[in-house]
């Protein structure tokens, strides 16, 4: 099993639809969870961290599910702008000094 | 405005040279990364560096080289040992995180978009 896995898409969706993203992650000893969101031909930003307890910003909504191993990012109200590729971060074990990135997914939201 | 910057943008390359990114950051952050992405994959770690004159290999660090003689610089050497190094590279950096909580929130610069002829 891979150690972050995403389904790359692409989600194609109509503006104002809600879409939802998952990503699987294999450590269960991983500490720490993150999307960021990747421009074609840019450089991946960060999005928002996860939280255990959840975490939401404005349109976008990040949860942590550590028991089946899955973070989701869940986006509502889609906007044209919202199209890129959201790359899901784990740092795979405590301590570890480096992110273990997923492929990404990527999301098309037309008018 | 603080940030990291990437020098050149685009590159070319014979087979058989060797080419030096430049990473330079004025975060103060202590830990600087290099990844490389390839289209439709994920990044994977070459090289990372904690602290000055320390660095560690990562993932795929084969035909790269690196230093990091001043903290806000973090140079990658593409040597010819490196047999596909057509891709985009990405330079990062980060504060340490916490113990035990690992990196906090990497900052990229542009990349590095590097082309053998």
């Known amino acids: 099993r891979k150690e972050v896995e995403q389904d790359p898409g692409p989600f194609n969706v109509p503006e104002g639809a809600t879409v939802a993203f998952n990503c699987t992650y294999s450590n269960s000893a991983s500490q720490s969870f993150f999307w960021y969101r990747q421009d074609c031909r840019k450089e991946p930003k960060l999005l928002m961290s996860?939280?255990?307890s959840g975490n939401e910003d404005g349109r976008f909504t990040a949860q942590l599910n550590r028991a089946s191993q899955y973070i989701s990012l869940l986006i509502r109200d889609s906007k044209l702008s919202d199209s890129a590729t959201y790359l899901c971060?784990?740092?795979?074990?405590?301590?570890?000094?480096?992110?273990?990135f997923g492929k990404g997914t990527m999301l098309l939201v037309s008018p | 405005d603080g940030g990291i910057t990437q020098s050149p943008k685009y590159l070319f390359r014979k087979e058989g040279q060797n080419v030096t990114l430049s990473c330079e950051q004025n975060?103060?952050?202590?830990?600087m990364y290099w990844y490389r992405q390839d289209p439709g994959q994920g990044l994977r770690l070459i090289y990372y560096s904690q602290i000055v004159n320390d660095f560690q290999k990562g993932d795929i660090a084969e035909g790269y080289s690196v230093s990091r003689e001043k903290k806000e610089s973090f140079p990658l050497t593409v040597t010819s040992a490196q047999k596909n190094p057509t891709a985009f590279y990405l330079c990062?950096?980060?504060?340490?995180?916490?113990?035990?909580?690992?990196?906090?929130?990497?900052?990229f610069g542009e990349g590095s978009r590097l082309t053998v002829l």
């Open positions: 996860v939280y255990s």
């Open positions: 971060v784990v740092n795979p074990r405590s301590g570890y000094s480096t992110l273990t």
């Open positions: 975060l103060n952050h202590d830990a």
């Open positions: 990062a950096s980060s504060m340490l995180g916490t113990s035990g909580s690992g990196p906090g929130e990497l900052f």
